[in-house]
């Protein structure tokens, strides 16, 4: 066997890219010729480990991604300054971000690229090989997905520069980019162990997660092209007249827009795919639901039940640790206060979505109380007479709070980025979940309501699953199709908050710029309002500088 030789940079991968060919070309530095690699598993294993520790270092690490994914949403909030850019729609203001996730995801496409071609000359056992490969296709698919999301027409790295590409690609329509990606997972799908496997290695994806991503690829495209259809949203002002705050959302209903690149797709038949799709996952009996809300969040749970594919973490590490945990819940001093952080949260709108004293979403999921400033705060506000009275319930313990009389603390922190070994310090080893079970099981029931012309039997039972669960109440029975569509996506903004999912849904359901424009400014100052130009990022200048063949710059940019 050959011997291994390789730089700690192939899995550290320090070095940033921002173009597509900046990205390939600086791969030529991060490690040497794959050829010195040893003809093993384990010798494989590096060159996968370099496409995975990439999600860490160059989309987590300063929580450029996050960022990406969470703030630009209706239910968002935090301070003005954290969400003035991003967050109000200023795509061109802090440019690092989105070049930063173009950069990031075409070196995970690089490398897998790399890997791929590495790996199939090789002569190890052929199954490991092949589950080795699947993994690369996985991680090939999944940054493709959030690329044509974000940009629209992207290029398209079928191999890599060391195997004769062209790094002057062009832009590839929408739906050539999504068929590419259906094509890596059903290829990923046929190549990687399931979790039940012997060489099924924990932290990795399985066959599961190529399936739960492709019917997320289904679903997408099918709600995306789907014309005429309405959606009830509960959203609105968030301020009275008078300049007070409004206690409740207010109902408002959207006729939804075709998302551009999707014309013509054939709704119905991938609505009935995404169904299909999200079945075999739920029937496969590689994943299943917590049995309570709380346990989703337990640290001894990661990777394990519904957690289909996880964010690995290292506590303390500044290149693979994750600082998003100060981002949303801050970091504590030695006498248990907030030292630094609490900017990441949702608003009360998503507050008043859940049954008040009942969801443990909200019950459980909120932080009602915490210390900061040499004082005890509490939220929400409504819940005053709870605080006096000291209702052990929301986690009151009889000492004494401030009542709530301050604009910083309109909105909901959540209790699940306290999942941490050390809540001490600011790069910890919170395993941010990628792709969870229960968002599958929202993805049947909404595919189930579409493809069968209103909700099924099967479709409730998808849904209450995930609401009986944290102890909230079974939906309303007999909901029209538009009732129980409007629902679900509702449904999947409550129990998937701030897991990088409901920019997507507004997105894809071609309500996105009807939803934030009817809010207008937050609670929070945060400016909500949007453009057409917001439908996609800027593609980073120097992409379009250094490709000849990529084109214009996406409109309003």
């Not at 000359?121 to 690369?136: L, P, W």
């Amino acid at each position: 066997m050959r011997k291994i030789l390789f730089l700690t940079f192939l899995l550290g991968g320090m070095l940033s890219a921002t173009s597509c060919e900046d990205a390939l070309q600086e791969e030529v530095f991060d490690f040497l010729s794959p050829t010195s690699l040893e003809d093993s598993e384990s010798g494989a294993d590096l060159l996968l480990q370099g496409a995975y520790t990439t999600i860490n270092e160059n989309l987590f690490r300063y929580d450029v991604w996050p960022r990406i994914g969470n703030f630009d949403s209706d239910y968002s909030t935090g301070p003005s300054w954290a969400f003035g850019s991003v967050g109000s729609g200023n795509f061109n203001r802090d440019t690092w971000m989105y070049e930063g996730t173009w950069g990031g995801l075409y070196k995970i496409i690089h490398r897998s690229n790399v890997g791929i071609e590495t790996v199939e000359k090789m002569t190890f056992d052929e199954r490991a090989r092949k589950n080795t490969i699947g993994q690369f296709q996985f991680l090939k698919a999944w940054s493709y997905f959030y690329l044509v999301r974000m940009f629209g027409p992207v290029p398209i790295m079928p191999t890599s520069l060391g195997a004769g590409a062209d790094p002057q690609q062009p832009r590839q329509d929408v739906k050539v980019v999504y068929d590419h990606i259906i094509e890596l997972l059903k290829a990923a799908e046929g190549n990687l162990y399931t979790r039940n496997d012997p060489g099924f290695k924990v932290g990795r994806v399985s066959k599961g997660a190529a399936s739960a991503l492709l019917a997320k690829v289904y679903v997408t495209m099918a709600s995306g092209s789907l014309e005429g259809a309405q959606v009830t949203v509960q959203g609105g002002p968030a301020k009275n007249a008078d300049g007070t705050l409004k206690d409740s959302p207010s109902r408002l209903t959207f006729t939804k827009k075709v998302v551009a690149g999707l014309e013509g797709v054939n709704s119905a038949e991938y609505f009935r795919l995404a169904r299909d799709k999200a079945k075999e996952v739920m029937d496969s009996g590689e994943f299943t639901l917590f049995p309570s809300y709380s346990e989703v969040w337990n640290i001894t749970n990661r990777n394990r039940g519904e957690h289909i594919w996880m964010v690995q973490a290292v506590s303390g590490s500044q290149a693979l640790g994750l600082g998003i945990n100060t981002w949303y819940l801050g970091y504590l001093n030695a006498d248990g206060e907030v030292a630094n952080g609490r900017w990441v949260a949702m608003r009360h709108h998503w507050y008043e979505l859940f049954e008040d004293d009942k969801d443990d979403r909200v019950v459980k999921g909120v932080q009602h109380r915490w210390k900061q400033w040499g004082n005890t705060h509490f939220y929400p506000a409504k819940h005053a007479s709870k605080v006096e009275a000291r209702d052990p319930k929301y986690g009151y313990t009889g000492e004494e709070v401030n009542l709530p009389n301050q604009a910083e603390f309109y909105y909901a922190s959540l209790t699940k980025f306290g999942a941490v070994t050390d809540n001490t310090i600011d790069r910890t080893d919170y395993h941010f979940p990628l792709l969870r079970y229960a968002d599958i099981v929202l993805v049947y029931a909404e595919a189930a309501n579409e493809a069968n012309g209103g909700p099924t039997a099967e479709a409730y039972a998808a849904l209450n699953s995930i609401r009986t669960r944290s102890n909230a109440s079974a939906a309303p029975a007999g909901m029209t199709q538009q009732q129980f569509r409007s629902y679900v996506i509702e449904e999947r903004a409550r129990e998937l908050a701030l897991e990088m999912n409901r920019k997507w849904d507004l997105m894809r359901w071609g309500i996105y710029l009807d939803v934030m424009n009817a809010i207008g400014v937050d609670e929070n100052n945060v400016v909500k309002r949007r453009e057409p130009r917001n439908l996609l990022f800027p593609v980073p200048v120097q992409e379009i500088n250094t490709n000849k063949n990529f084109g214009p710059q996406n409109q309003g940019w």
